[in-house]
């Protein structure tokens, strides 16, 4: 009777989700509701856990649990740890969502909703959580090792040194372009600057408060900074109206970016307690809540979405970033469906907390679910606007023209009617000068997120409050991962270059700590000066740079993935791998020739920098063209690197199959749990 | 009843452990140490060692 009524109840899942999905991926011409997107992705994810995850936990993985884990071999109280898996879960999920899953579906709406919702479904259920879970369980099998050390291992020295050098470059074209988006939500924003400047007094108190008053009591002084950054919101409301503060207040982009560059070279120097950790803890306290919010908002006003379910923008002239609907809004997104990123964290801390190798699915497949509706919570923040005003706010000065008449001429010409009154109106409610070109994703999510909450919690009125809280939250989040991805890039280079001379190598010793923060720094500090100046916003070279970079990423980890169960001999069931790889590879590939050979300058670097030195020679131009040119050698650096990987994995992958190689799996041996003995 | 009590301690573990809360207490339980302005410097010490090498996503 209870399988009758389980059955019955998946079939009512089933339907509903081809329901949903049928009416997102049909309905045209009329505006959908929020919920559709909702019930289907609810559907989706419970479908693709419950059957998906399982078949792959039992026919492929064959998860164990009775084999101990490295938590409990190796537990030393300090990074081996048994830890309740709802803990582990929260903690992963913590580590894995950062401002990706927010940005990438908000610059992808300009293709509509469709995409961008069909490739985070599928892309999350059937790549991106698949690689998150299968990782996990085999750094859990290697005692916690990470991702590059099993590239090594299983795909031959290339591969770890491929997996290496994809990281710090990705490290450093990500922290260029969430730097850049910080930039662009606060340039000329008086209210929003004040409210993250005040953000690094909060922190630094926080910081005093755990270490002097009461050492240890994080959640306390979260509560108490989060009570702080509310007022400072208050607060940056009157600064933005007084006549005398809010000039000091009110920034261009490059100074922005200078002052963003000196802050992340502090943070990154000065002790992790006194700013950088206090940051983080708000920062995640700020987001869970956010997050949890976001959602209950969503789902008690199920508002309308008024972007189309595709717009003319397949066709690659968006305003938002240049290239056709494929392959660009696949690497676009890629937090929300899959990211490569995610190997690095399920081969970092999680592996050594997890108790039971069954705990890995829930873990690993579990909390991807959790940040691809993130992602489908973004992709209804950008759709709720008027798409007029959406496209109005995202797209650079570069597209539409510098004045609110050209913007809204050309915006309104395209069959998105705007009209500058309606922008002047949003500006006033926001309380911003203006919301024209305010590239970057950000911005237009805010006044998404505001727009969804202002429809009950305070109405209009309030409506420049939520606006400035969802800012900060961003732009909190993203220093967050600006401060410690600085720190982690250090310490990669530290340890590098600690080969080559000792004392660079360690921590502690101040010279090589200002020296390699001064390096990481700068390197970012390059791309995000780049992009300050970049007339197309930077974002339209910026974001599918890094996009590619984290694809490429994961397509190394798919590889390491698909290594593995070849060697375990499961091949016939190595498609779960290898799909996801063959769509990556033909995604990035593609994606990696369109933007260092394509013909239109406003995709191709190459052809960008041509169409540059065509033009009359500056020192303006002349930076231009090189820019162009260091990106272009950058994507094709990245990609040669890959495709080494792949020859390499493909060599081993045809020598266990034809038998000219042993499938030796380097695992560490069963060891049976003692948890099964003492619970009884 | 006890099922909310036990969610309500799950979540409070959670967020003892995202917040590190739950890692001072086991430094101090490691180091037998009471908790004090040098304990909690000699904690973020050993942090640095190992949470702040771990990458953070995008």
Request: hydrophobic letters at 55%.
């Amino acid at each position: 009777m209870k399988s009758l009524l389980s059955t019955l109840a998946w079939v009512a899942v089933s339907l509903l989700a081809a329901a949903a999905v049928g009416v997102v991926a049909v309905h045209r011409g009329e505006p959908i509701n929020a919920l559709w997107l909702v019930a289907g992705a609810t559907c989706c994810y419970a479908l693709g856990y419950r059957f998906y995850s399982k078949f792959i936990a039992a026919k492929i993985l064959a998860l164990d649990a009775l084999r101990a884990t490295p938590a409990e071999r190796l537990e030393n109280g300090r990074d081996f740890l048994v830890t309740n898996k709802w803990v582990v879960f929260g903690h992963h999920f913590a580590a894995i969502a950062g401002p990706g899953p927010l940005v990438g579906p908000v610059l992808a709406a300009q293709f509509g909703y469709l995409p961008g919702t069909l490739w985070v479904l599928a892309g999350a259920v059937f790549a991106g959580c698949v690689q998150d879970f299968v990782i996990l369980l085999f750094s859990v099998r290697r005692d916690g090792k990470s991702l590059t050390e099993m590239a090594k291992e299983e795909t031959g020295v290339i591969g770890g040194i491929v997996a290496y050098a994809s990281v710090v470059v990705i490290l450093i074209i990500l922290l260029a372009v969430i730097a850049l988006v910080v930039v662009n939500a606060l340039k000329d924003s008086p209210w929003g600057t004040f409210t993250i400047g005040m953000t690094i007094p909060i922190a630094l108190l926080m910081g005093l408060y755990l270490r002097r008053i009461r050492p240890g009591r994080v959640l306390e002084v979260s509560v108490l900074g989060f009570v702080l950054v509310l007022l400072a919101i208050w607060g940056g409301q009157l600064i933005s109206q007084s006549q005398t503060l809010a000039p000091v207040f009110t920034l261009r982009a490059p100074t922005l970016a200078i002052l963003i560059i000196v802050y992340a070279f502090a943070a990154s120097a000065v002790p992790v307690w006194l700013l950088l950790a206090p940051r983080d803890y708000l920062s995640t306290f700020v987001k869970l809540g956010t997050v949890g919010i976001l959602a209950i908002g969503i789902v008690v006003m199920h508002p309308t979405l008024h972007m189309p379910a595709l717009t003319r923008f397949v066709d690659g002239t968006g305003p938002v970033f240049a290239g056709k609907i494929f392959p660009f809004a696949f690497i676009t997104i890629a937090c929300g469906a899959i990211s490569g990123f995610h190997s690095l964290i399920s081969s970092g801390t999680t592996p050594k907390l997890i108790a039971r190798e069954t705990e890995t699915r829930m873990v690993g497949y579990g909390a991807m679910m959790a940040e691809s509706a993130v992602a489908v919570m973004a992709i209804i923040a950008a759709c709720v606007l008027q798409p007029g005003v959406y496209f109005a706010i995202n797209s650079p000065a570069g597209v539409v023209g510098s004045t609110a008449a050209a913007a809204t001429s050309t915006i309104s010409n395209w069959g998105f009617p705007v009209t500058g009154a309606d922008m002047q109106a949003l500006a006033a409610a926001v309380g911003e000068k203006t919301l024209f070109n305010r590239t970057g994703g950000a911005p237009a999510f805010a006044v998404g997120m505001a727009h969804i909450f202002s429809q009950s919690l305070g109405g209009t009125e309030v409506m420049a409050l939520w606006y400035h809280f969802a800012v900060m939250f961003e732009a909190l989040f993203i220093l967050t991962i600006l401060d410690a991805g600085t720190r982690v890039a250090r310490f990669m280079i530290q340890d590098a270059l600690g080969h080559i001379y000792k004392p660079l190598g360690r921590t502690s010793w101040y010279p090589s700590i200002i020296a390699t923060s001064a390096l990481i720094v700068a390197l970012w500090g390059f791309f995000l000066w780049q992009g300050v100046k970049d007339p197309l916003g930077g974002i339209n070279s910026l974001w599918p740079l890094f996009g590619i970079a984290n694809q490429l990423l994961a397509t190394v980890a798919l590889c390491v993935a698909t290594t593995i169960i070849i060697k375990m001999h499961r091949t016939k069931y190595a498609a779960i791998t290898l799909v996801p790889l063959a769509w990556l590879v033909a995604v990035t590939f593609t994606a990696s020739w369109h933007k260092i050979f394509d013909s239109n300058p406003k995709v191709g670097f190459l052809a960008q920098a041509h169409a540059l030195a065509a033009g009359p020679a500056t020192a303006a131009t002349a930076r231009l063209i090189f820019n162009n040119q260091l990106d272009a050698a950058v994507t094709a650096m990245l990609v040669v690197m890959v495709t080494l990987v792949l020859v390499e994995s493909v060599r081993q992958w045809v020598g266990v199959l034809t038998g000219s190689r042993e499938a030796r799996i380097i695992e560490t041996p069963f060891v049976m749990t003692r948890l099964v003995e003492e619970k009884g | 009843m006890t099922r909310i009590t036990r969610a309500l301690a799950i979540l409070r573990a959670v967020l003892r452990e995202i917040f590190d809360e739950a890692a001072y207490q086991r430094f101090l339980c490691r180091t037998h140490a009471a908790s004090s302005p040098d304990a909690y410097a000699a904690f973020w010490r050993e942090r640095e060692a190992t949470k702040l090498r771990q990458h953070r996503c995008c």
